[in-house]
């Protein structure tokens, strides 16, 4: 069972920066493609970010591309998301997710709030 805990949110101002941390609990990190995803009040979840682990890179959302970057440290199985020029916009609980292939199984963290002030 994999298990997923995010940290690193706050409330911080517009054009300010957060590191989002996501420590995983299970086995083989590294062979895990992993994103997150955000949910706004009153609007539905969406895509951020992913990484895959095979090698393919890096993709993100239009939003954030140029401002967020995606990163894991497979030594300490943690995923990361630096967020930088932070906009009020990006205000919303961010979540951590995998999709394990072998089990067709969504897993997902319990979110950490962003709070970006104009």
């Known amino acids: 069972q994999i298990q997923l805990r995010e940290s690193g949110g706050g409330l911080v101002q517009a054009g300010g920066s957060l590191r989002l941390s996501c420590a995983f609990g299970?086995?083989?990190?590294?062979?895990?493609?992993m994103g997150w995803f955000r949910q706004a009040p009153g609007k539905e979840r969406e895509f951020v970010a992913a990484l895959y682990w095979n090698g393919d890179g890096s993709k993100y959302a239009d939003s954030v591309k140029g401002r967020f970057t995606i990163s894991r440290d497979n030594a300490k199985n943690t995923l990361y998301l630096q967020s930088n020029s932070l906009k009020p916009e990006d205000t919303a609980v961010y979540y951590c997710?995998?999709?394990?292939?072998?089990?067709?199984?969504?897993?997902w963290g319990q979110g950490t709030q962003v709070t970006v002030s104009s």
């Open positions: 299970g086995r083989a990190f590294s062979r895990y493609s």
């Open positions: 997710h995998v999709y394990e292939v072998a089990t067709m199984s969504h897993f």
